[in-house]
């Protein structure tokens, strides 16, 4: 505030002195302060604090202009659980039942996330249990989606193949007994009497050492046998003669 010299302060009238004394006063007040119209930056006004209804003139949308991110502005395959990647949309899909590192993606140009290459078949690890598993959902329900039905097929797949192992090819051959090779090979059929005495059901099995080709009365003819023979007959009482097949 100007130090200003009034009469009626002092009490008796002012001298040049102290009137030229005011002005220079009053001039060097008024000449530090602003004009009635003027602006300030932000930076002169301090404790400003609004209520956004206070606020005039806005907007009511906001409609976001065309712009871009860097992809390190966006959840990657290393972070997407700390940096919100469940409730988003990404290139690469979370797999949740592990966490970082872990995601599904597309492998149908045959390249991994990290640029390395890959079948787009077949994966190197199986699926199971705890492998990713495609749904739909709807904020309520779960919905089957397409590819999770392959898991099926694979299991057929499974089956199928566990009840062709040991089967023979489609084409294939087989082994005969031509009348030329005799009756002492595999396949063969022969009357023989067998040496050992005692019953022998049909099916049931002897070794050819005591078998001896023979006609239908016993006699027998050349030595014994070769391999293993099964009865085709029955061997009971006192008759020891019937037909074998010899089975190796």
Known sequence: MATIVTRAGKGTPLTNTEL????????????????????????????????????TGKPTTFTPSAHTHDA????????????????????????RNYGNGHTIFDASA?????????????????????YPTLMGFNGTNTYGVRVDRARYAEEATGNLLTA?????????????????QGYNVVGGFVLAKRSTVGTVAPNAT???????????????????????????????GQSMVTLWQRIS
Not at 72 to 93: A, E, N
Not at 164 to 180: C, F
Request: glycine letters at 12%.
């Open 20 to 55: 030229d004394a005011n002005f220079t006063n009053l001039n060097s007040e008024v000449g530090g302060k602003a004009a009635a119209a003027h602006t300030h930056v932000k930076a002169d006004i301090t404790d400003l604090s609004l209520a956004w209804n206070d606020i």
């Open 72 to 95: 390190g502005d966006l959840p990657s395959r290393t972070d997407w659980s700390t940096r919100g990647g469940v409730v988003g949309v990404v290139g690469q899909v979370v797999w």
């Open 110 to 130: 045959s390249v991994t996330p990290t640029g390395t290459g890959c079948s787009n078949t077949d994966p190197v690890v199986a699926w199971t249990g705890s």
């Open 164 to 180: 062709l192992n040991g089967k023979a090819a489609s084409s294939h051959t087989h082994s005969y007994v031509a009348h030329d």
């Open 206 to 236: 002897a070794a050819g050492s005591t078998l001896n080709a023979s006609d239908a009365n016993g006699n027998v003819s050349g030595s014994a046998l070769a391999g293993t023979w099964r009865c085709l007959g029955n061997i009971s």
